[in-house]
């Protein structure tokens, strides 16, 4: 059997069990501990495992925070990526994953941000039966369904189905929460990412995003290193290099909650002249636009830019 290489991984032992899982047949429902607003950990999750060289086996995720307003976008989605061409029309669901079940491949369908189904713009196909037909992949030999939710399992949810808020007939075989970033996970990470980076600069960088119970904060790890990348320091002064990186942090944390603030605000002035469907709408759909304008935009823009462009190509 060929080995799957995991060393690009955030969390290795992670992600080579939720695999392993998957490979097998088994369905698996990811709960990501949401923490400030970030998605971070949700999508470096999904990036991981599209990343692993797969034997024989392939990855389809679909965007549910993108798709969940247009049950035909979602069923496009899932069957260019299977078809590797686009398509202006396709098939339905159930002859969807009955072509994949008679490939002569596996396959893994990631649903990422399956909690994105609880909210009030869900279109109305989305219903029992798009639940009933993910719930018979477990059924399948050749496919499985990993589920990513952040906040609470599926188990806890009631979604938007048909238009009425209830539960699904989702019937997942595995739940597994998403471990605390740990000391050595981070720096084998901040070690990859930065290479020109002495041992000490690396063990400070860590330091600073470390939390008591909470292991270590990935999105503000992220988003040091991202200053580091676009800076042009040489940092061999290493008090400087503290203190710079406190500052950072000092930044991260200032903008975090004005972007926060000024996001909540914007969705409570459109209140004022929309619904209140219309407003949560706002909220859940806009959020990472406001983020991208409140929080340091001229590079997380052009980050996110790039990631769009990925997802289209």
Not at 35 to 51: F, K, S, T
Not at 81 to 94: G, I, M
Not at 113 to 132: K, P
Not at 169 to 180: G, H, S, T
Request: aromatic share 10%; hydrophobic share 35%; proline share 2%.
């Amino acid at each position: 059997m060929t080995s799957i290489n995991y060393a690009h991984c955030l969390r290795r032992r992670f992600t080579e069990n939720i695999l392993t899982h998957l490979l097998e047949g088994t369905s698996v429902n990811v709960v990501v501990r949401k923490r400030d607003q970030e998605d971070q950990e949700a999508d470096r999750l999904l990036a991981d495992v599209e990343g692993c060289d797969l034997p024989n086996a392939r990855v389809l995720a679909v965007n549910m925070r993108a798709c969940r307003g247009s049950y035909r976008q979602f069923l496009l989605d899932l069957w260019q990526q299977s078809h590797h061409q686009p398509a202006l029309e396709c098939s339905d669901l159930f002859t969807i994953l009955g072509e994949l079940e008679q490939a002569e491949q596996q396959f893994i369908i990631v649903l990422n941000h399956l909690d994105a189904m609880r909210a009030n713009d869900v279109d109305v196909q989305f219903d029992q039966d798009f639940y009933i037909h993910l719930n018979s992949l477990k059924n399948y030999h050749n496919v499985a369904l990993l589920v990513i939710t952040e906040g609470t399992s599926y188990h806890g949810m009631s979604f938007n189905i048909g238009g009425e808020f209830k539960t699904s007939k989702l019937d997942i075989q595995e739940i597994e929460y998403l471990p605390a970033l740990m000391g050595d996970e981070g720096r084998y990470e901040l070690t990859q990412r930065h290479p020109e980076l002495s041992t000490v600069h690396i063990s400070h960088l860590l330091e600073q995003g470390q939390h008591q119970e909470l292991g270590y904060d990935y999105a503000l790890l992220d988003y040091l290193s991202r200053q580091l990348r676009h800076s042009v320091e040489s940092w061999d002064d290493m008090a400087r290099f503290i203190q710079q990186l406190k500052d950072w942090q000092k930044r991260y944390k200032r903008q975090s909650k004005q972007a926060e603030y000024r996001a909540q605000k914007v969705v409570e002035a459109a209140g004022k002249s929309l619904s209140i469907f219309k407003m949560k709408h706002l909220f859940s759909m806009g959020y990472d636009i406001l983020k991208t304008v409140f929080l340091e935009w001229p590079i997380v823009l052009m980050e996110k830019i790039s990631e769009y462009k990925k997802r289209k190509e």
